[in-house]
């Protein structure tokens, strides 16, 4: 069954340092990847994502992430994390299941920031 | 352009009753999904509808139901509310089915006491 696992449940970074939060997943073929960004009460904002073709996105808020197939991994990152950066990242997969698609979700990570 | 709009943004309800919340799309978007999350998990997926039908379902029992309007907006529907059921509920919204970029509402605070 398609799976997103994300390894990292709290991180915490200083301002200014540089950030790589995990996502891994399980699926058969290549699925189409996503993360989002969710503040404290907030909805799920659109951060970057990958259907095809180069494997490293670039995506809002300086963010990029790299797809590896061999790896099945989709890691986020950011060279130099901001404050506002604080929040929590949510992976996912999007992918076939039983005749329609569906988002799978990661548990998320939280991240923290000091100043 | 608006995003996803959802609407209400909060509401408390007794265990037993019933709730309905809506989504709006985002203009010229067809396809509508629903998710739910719990307090410190991430979303799980409830129902996907596109034009108007119903394409697929998650692991959630009958008392959850939807519907999609010709508008492309779209009812949750939850009876027999328990307190499990207090989470955010979320609707997404993208142009077709087919995986392409899924837009996300704000959502929908729920309690249920």
């Known amino acids: 069954a398609q799976s997103v696992t994300q390894p990292d449940i709290h991180i915490t970074v200083s301002e200014g340092a540089s950030l790589e939060l995990r996502c891994n997943y399980s699926y058969g073929a290549t699925p189409y990847l996503f993360w989002y960004v969710q503040s404290p009460g907030q909805g799920l904002q659109l951060l970057l994502k990958?259907?095809?073709?180069?494997?490293l996105v670039q995506g809002i808020k300086g963010f990029e992430a790299e797809f590896k197939r061999s790896q099945s991994s989709f890691n986020l990152r950011k060279p130099s994390v901001h404050w506002s950066d604080a929040a929590e990242y949510f992976c996912?997969?999007?992918?076939?299941?039983?005749?329609?698609?569906?988002?799978?979700f990661g548990a998320g990570t939280r991240l923290a920031v000091h100043p | 352009d608006a995003g996803v709009t959802q609407s209400p943004t909060h509401l408390i309800k007794t265990r037993g009753q019933q709730v309905t919340l809506r989504c709006s799309p985002i203009s010229g978007h067809k396809s509508v999904s629903w998710y739910q999350q719990v307090l410190g998990q991430g979303p799980q997926f409830i129902f996907q509808?596109?034009?108007?039908?119903?394409?697929g379902r998650g692991n959630f029992p009958d008392r959850f139901s939807a519907r999609q309007f010709p508008n492309y907006s779209s009812e949750l529907n939850v009876n027999a509310l328990l307190l499990g059921d207090s989470a955010l509920y979320l609707c997404a919204s993208s142009s077709d089915s087919s995986g392409n970029t899924i837009y996300f509402g704000e959502g929908s605070w729920l309690t249920v006491v």
């Open positions: 996912a997969v999007y992918a076939p299941w039983g005749g329609y698609n569906k988002l799978i």
């Open positions: 509808y596109y034009e108007k039908e119903e394409r």
């Open positions: 990958y259907f095809s073709g180069d494997t």
